[in-house]
């Protein structure tokens, strides 16, 4: 059964700060990576799919990691903003597009 | 385009009842999927519909049914509702790999 953990849950920094969130599973035959942004009380907005074949998918501030062999996904977002605050899921496919979540990083960048 | 798009956006109910929530994709996505979402955790999948049949089944009892219709639009059902099915719950659809989801509903049940 997929496992998916993310690191650290919560994390506060000051803007201007660039920044890493972990994410692992326990079962590399993933078909693809996703991270998702949720703001409170909302739906998710995707931000990166890593498909299997690919180390890394870039948007904007944004950049993805993946190393499959060891189970692990991280998302840098360079120079973060206050706009930036929300929670960030990762989820991975791993059979018929069903997606499994971490428990997400609530992340607050402070003015 | 119009993004996936989810009905109610928020629903009250009570112990025992049962509730319908729906959910349209994206124009040309016959993929939809749902997931629940309890306060505080990340989203669990409960059902994937294709071409109206039944690819996958989380982990939920069998008061959970869904269904899906000819324009791909879908249905799901909850039945003997209780406490701990309070959540938003998202519906998401898909052309190949990469899932888009609406902006749920939001079920309390009292």
């Known amino acids: 059964k997929q496992e998916v953990t993310q690191i650290p849950a919560a994390l506060s920094v000051p803007e201007g700060e660039n920044l890493v969130l972990n994410c692992s599973f326990t079962d590399s035959a993933i078909y693809n990576l996703q991270w998702f942004r949720q703001d409170p009380g909302k739906g998710l907005t995707s931000l990166l799919l890593i498909q299997s074949s690919q180390r890394e998918q870039t948007s904007g501030r944004l950049n993805a990691s993946l190393d499959k062999s060891s189970g692990r996904s991280t998302l840098y977002i360079a120079a973060s903003q206050p706009g930036d605050s929300a929670t960030y899921l990762c989820?991975?496919?791993?059979?018929?597009?069903?997606?499994?979540f971490g428990g997400g990083t609530r992340l607050m960048v402070k003015p | 385009d119009a993004g996936v798009t989810q009905s109610p956006t928020h629903l009250i109910k009570t112990r025992g009842q049962h509730v319908t929530l729906r959910c349209s994709p994206i124009?040309?996505?016959?993929?939809v999927s749902w997931y629940q979402q309890v306060l505080g955790q990340g989203p669990q999948f409960i059902f994937q519909?294709?071409?109206?049949?039944?690819?996958g089944r989380g982990n939920f009892p069998d008061r959970f049914s869904a269904r899906q219709f000819p324009n791909y639009s879908s249905e799901l059902n909850v039945n003997a509702l209780l406490l701990g099915d309070s959540a938003l719950y998202l519906c998401?659809?898909?052309?190949?790999?990469?899932?888009?989801f609406g902006p749920g509903t939001r079920l309390t049940v009292l």
């Open positions: 998401a659809s898909s052309l190949i790999t990469e899932q888009f």
């Open positions: 124009s040309g996505h016959k993929s």
């Open positions: 989820a991975v496919n791993t059979a018929g597009n069903m997606l499994t």
């Open positions: 519909y294709y071409e109206k049949e039944e690819r």
